[in-house]
C-alpha cells in the first residue's frame, strides 16, 4: 500500500518542493493550507484541503487514514504582530499534534527554524547550543518544539528540523529585493563588508531531510540542516552577479546605523525586514549538520553558491510574470515599502 503523506502549509515554497520529492518516492500526498494550490505541475497529482490549521474539526478530519505527517504551516515574521504568529505558530501547532495523537498518526516531523538560536553565539551551533530566540518567530518555534517534545512523550512520533534560511526556483520572497537588483544592474546592498560567512541551505536539501526524518529509526530528535558549503557574502553574491553578468556591485553598509534605520522602520511597518533578518544577516552564521549526517543519513547536494545562481536564474527567466505577485509567503514578493524607493534611487 501506498504511504499516506499530509503537508501543512503544502501549497506553500517548502510544501510544493516536499510534496514533488515525496511523489518521487511514491507517497500519497495531501496538501493542507489556507491557500490556494496555485503550482501547475502539482494541481493533478496531490490532494488539496483548503483549511486553516487552527481549526480542529478540519485537521483531524483531514488527518484520518494518513500515515506521516510533516507541519511547515508557519507564519513568517513578516506576519509581525505577536497575535498572528503565535496563533499560526503555536495554537495551530497544538491543534495538529492533537489531531496526529487522536488519528494514530506514525510519525510527524515539526519544520522549527534555526532562528531559535538567535544572533549566534558559537560556530558552528549544534542542537546543544544554547537558545536565544529574535522576536515572536524565533519564540514561537521554541514553543512549536515543546509541544513536539511533550506529545513525544505521550506516544506521538516526532523529529524537529532546524533549516538554515533555504531557497530555490520559485523563491521570492526577501531574496527579491537582491535579485531584481542583479537583475537591473543596481547595487546589491548588504549589511557591513561582507566578509561574512552565512549559510544557506538548498530547498531540495532540506526536502531530502524531512523526507529521511520521518522514515529513520529515530525519533525524538532535533537536526539542523543547512549547506556544506558556503562561504562569504562577497563570495557567493559575487559569484551570482558574475553568473548574471550584471553591472551590479555589492554595497555594504555600516551595521550599527543601518540596524538602527531598518529597526525604525520595521516599527513603522513601512518594510518588511525584520529584527531576525537584519541582526544576523552581518555575522558569521552557520551550523553543524554533523547529526544529521550521521542518524538521517543525509547530506546537502548543493552550495550557497549553487543555490543562489540557480535561484536568480528562475527569477529572471519568470521577473515578467511573477514582479506583481504580492504577498506574506516565500512563494510571492513582499512589498518591499520604502527600501523599494531607496532601491529606485540607487545608480
Known sequence: MMKKLLITGGTGFLGCHVARLALKQGYDVTLYDIAPLTAEDLKDKVTVVQADVRDQESITKALKGIDYVVHAAAALPIQRTKEKIFSTNIYGTEKVLLAAKKQKIKRLVYISSTAVYGV????????EAPLDPIGYYGESKIAGENLCRAYEK??????????K????????????I????????????????????????????????ILKALTAKVHGETFNIGAKNFGTWN?????????????????????????????????????????????????DSYVSTEKAEKLLGWK????????????????????????????????????????????RLLP
Open 300 to 343: 546537502a547536494q548543493k552550495s550557497d553558491k549553487d543555490l543562489l545562481i540557480e535561484s536568480y536564474d528562475w527569477y529572471a527567466k519568470h521577473r515578467e510574470e511573477i514582479k506583481n505577485r504580492k504577498g506574506m509567503t516565500h512563494r510571492v514578493g513582499w512589498n518591499f515599502g520604502i527600501l523599494d524607493v531607496i532601491e
Open 178 to 209: 537582491w535579485f531584481d537588483a542583479i537583475y537591473t544592474g543596481k547595487p546589491v546592498v548588504i549589511l557591513g563588508d561582507g566578509n561574512n560567512k552565512y549559510q544557506l541551505l538548498w530547498v531540495g536539501d532540506i526536502a531530502d531531510a
Open 154 to 163: 505521550e506516544g506521538l512520533q516526532c523529529n524537529i528540523i532546524r533549516p
Open 165 to 176: 534560511t533555504f531557497l530555490g526556483v520559485e523563491r521570492l520572497g526577501v531574496f527579491q
Open 120 to 127: 549566534p553565539k558559537v560556530w558552528p551551533e549544534t542542537e
Open 235 to 283: 563570495e557567493d553574491l559575487g559569484a551570482t552577479i558574475k553568473f548574471a553578468k550584471s553591472k551590479s556591485r555589492i554595497l555594504g553598509l555600516p551595521v550599527k546605523p543601518s540596524q538602527i534605520i531598518l529597526a525604525l522602520f520595521d516599527k513603522l511597518n513601512l518594510s518588511p525586514i525584520a529584527e531576525w533578518h537584519y541582526r544576523t544577516l552581518p555575522v
